[in-house]
Every structure is written in C-alpha cells, then in structure tokens.
C-alpha cells in the first residue's frame, strides 16, 4: 500500500497525529527515558519544549486510512469537545470530566502520533472531577494543519 505523505501549505490538507515521538511523554526534562540517549534536556523529537525543526508536518495514513479518519474518527472525536481556544501553534481542547471520555482521548492521541510525529499533546484532567484539556501543538504549520483537518472555524 502507499503512503500518504502531505505536505501542509498552501491549500494542502493533512491528518491531526504523532505527538512527542521517540516513545517519551516525560513528566519533567529530567524523567525522559527515551530510547536513544540524550545528553541535556530532551529535544522536540523527545517531548521537549524547543522548537521542533527537522520534524516535517506530514501524515503517514494510507490513503483508504487518511480519508477514513477525517470522515469517520476525527468528526467523532470533535463532537465531544465542549470548547476551543487557539493557541500560537495549535489548539486547546476542553472535554467533560467523565472517565469513557477520558478513554478515547488517550486512544486518538495514541493513533494520531503513530501517523504524524510532529504533534506535541499536552493532557489536563483536573482535580475533584474537573474538566479533561487536551492541546495539540507543532511546528509553525500545525495550526492551520489542525484548522483544516478538524474543520475548525476560521
């Protein structure tokens, strides 16, 4: 099968995905234990906050794949969204605080960073029942990746 590989620019469409690649979401620089060593604190590819060159907005989904997920999946997923604040480079997602929901935000985020590594996830759940805030930022073309890809407002 062929990979879908798109490029965002000008008019070009991708998928949301990836996340902090190399397997880490360390809670704090000095908690990464990522598989290849590192020397300092984690880079981007890591799940560090620097800037994240060298990770191209990009999707990997198959074609069938890719058009599945933006029909089918990610309209799902954005039903449950109770709001939306942009952020510089991405978007803030607020969900109820309710433990299934809970659930399906950690299952897209961990199909989304499979398939497109330049996403960073940063997820909320406050204390005594609070909401669940889920942001999905990158590199400068995340935002406007996520804006098409989610159907998102102008």
Request: hydrophobic share 45%.
């Amino acid at each position: 099968m062929r990979k879908q590989q798109l490029l965002v620019g000008l008019g070009a469409l991708v998928l949301v995905a990836g996340a902090s690649a190399v397997g880490c979401v360390p809670m704090s620089p000095q908690s990464c234990r990522c598989d290849q060593a590192a020397s300092g604190p984690p880079t981007a590819q890591q799940g560090g906050e620097g800037p994240m060159k060298g990770l191209p907005v990009i999707c990997s989904l198959p074609d069938v794949e890719l058009r599945e997920r933006l029909a089918d999946s990610l309209p799902k997923f954005m039903g449950q969204v109770l709001e939306t604040k942009p952020l510089d480079s991405g978007y803030a997602f607020r969900f109820a605080a309710d433990d299934l929901l809970l659930s399906d935000v950690v299952a897209v985020i961990k199909a989304e960073r499979k398939c497109c590594a330049f996403l960073k996830f940063k997820l909320e759940v406050f204390p005594d029942e609070g909401p669940v805030w889920l942001e999905i930022t990158g590199p400068a073309e995340t935002k406007a990746f996520l804006q098409k890809a989610l159907r998102l407002p102008l």
